[in-house]
C-alpha cells in the first residue's frame, strides 16, 4: 500500500489544521492506520491511531481531547483533524499502516509509510 499525506501548514497558537492521508494500491479495511510526528531532534512518536474495521480509536495523552483521528473508507483516506494547536505540536506528521493488526504505538509495528507533512506552530 501507498500513502500520502498532506495538509500541513502553518498556523497560530489555537489555531487547527485537518490532515489527511490518502491510500493506494490496497483497501484499509484490514490495517490499523496511524498518526506520528517527529520534531527537530527527537524521536518519532505515536500521536493516534484507528482500527479501519471497526473505527476504534487510540491517541496519546497529550493530544486527548484536541486531535480527532477518523477514516472514509470510499475514499480510502485517513484524517487527523487537530484542534487548539499549540506550539509544542510543531514537527512532521507522518501516517503509517499496521497490516498485522497488532494495533500498537510502537512505530516499529507499522509496515508502510508516508511521506511526511509539516506542521508549524507560531505562538
Known amino acids: 500500500v501507498q500513502l500520502q499525506a498532506f495538509g500541513g501548514g502553518l498556523v497560530q497558537a489555537g489555531g487547527f489544521l485537518r490532515l489527511s492521508c490518502k491510500a493506494s494500491?490496497?483497501?484499509?479495511?484490514?490495517?490499523?492506520m496511524g498518526w506520528f510526528r517527529q520534531a527537530p531532534g527527537k524521536e518519532r512518536e505515536f500521536v493516534a491511531n484507528?482500527?479501519?474495521?471497526?473505527?476504534?480509536?487510540y491517541y496519546a495523552d497529550f493530544v486527548k481531547g484536541r486531535f480527532t483521528i477518523s477514516r472514509d473508507s470510499v475514499q480510502n483516506t485517513v484524517y487527523l483533524q487537530m484542534n487548539s494547536l499549540k506550539p509544542e505540536d510543531t514537527a512532521l506528521y507522518y501516517c503509517?499502516?499496521?497490516?498485522?493488526?497488532?494495533?500498537?504505538?510502537?512505530?516499529?509495528?507499522?509496515?508502510?509509510w508516508g511521506q511526511g507533512t509539516q506542521v508549524t506552530v507560531s505562538s
Open positions: 484507528i482500527r479501519w474495521s471497526t473505527g476504534s480509536t
Open positions: 494500491g490496497r483497501p484499509l479495511s484490514r490495517y490499523v
Open positions: 503509517a499502516a499496521d497490516q498485522r493488526f497488532t494495533w500498537s504505538t510502537n512505530k516499529n509495528e507499522y509496515d508502510f
